[in-house]
């Protein structure tokens, strides 16, 4: 009798979706990078347990208190929707 493996992390798993579709290897740490900054600002809820007030409140966080420029909240809300889709 086999057993099954483990589940696949979530970081993991959005790799192997991001290599699918064949986006750069930048494009790939620039995502998980930013999903993984998402998921550590609310405190490691999983993204299953968050909708878009957190969205918004990340995005938020980074335009008041960080001080980011446009094209990086931009890029920041790409690799949210990239998660959630």
């Known amino acids: 009798?086999?057993?099954?493996?483990?589940?696949?992390k979530l970081l993991?798993?959005?790799r192997d979706r991001i290599r699918v579709?064949?986006?750069s290897y930048r494009t790939e740490e620039t995502y998980v990078q930013w999903i993984r900054?998402?998921?550590l600002f609310h405190n490691?809820?999983?993204p299953n347990e968050m909708g878009g007030d957190e969205?918004?409140?990340f995005l938020t966080h980074l335009?008041?208190?960080e001080n980011?420029?446009?094209s990086t909240q931009n890029q920041a809300l790409s690799a949210i929707l990239f998660l959630y889709r």
């Open 68 to 70: 980011v420029a446009a």
């Open 37 to 39: 900054r998402f998921i």
């Open 21 to 23: 579709k064949h986006y």
């Open 44 to 46: 490691k809820r999983h």
């Open 1 to 8: 009798m086999q057993t099954e493996p483990p589940p696949r």
């Open 12 to 14: 993991d798993r959005v």
């Open 55 to 57: 969205v918004n409140g």
């Open 63 to 65: 335009a008041v208190n």
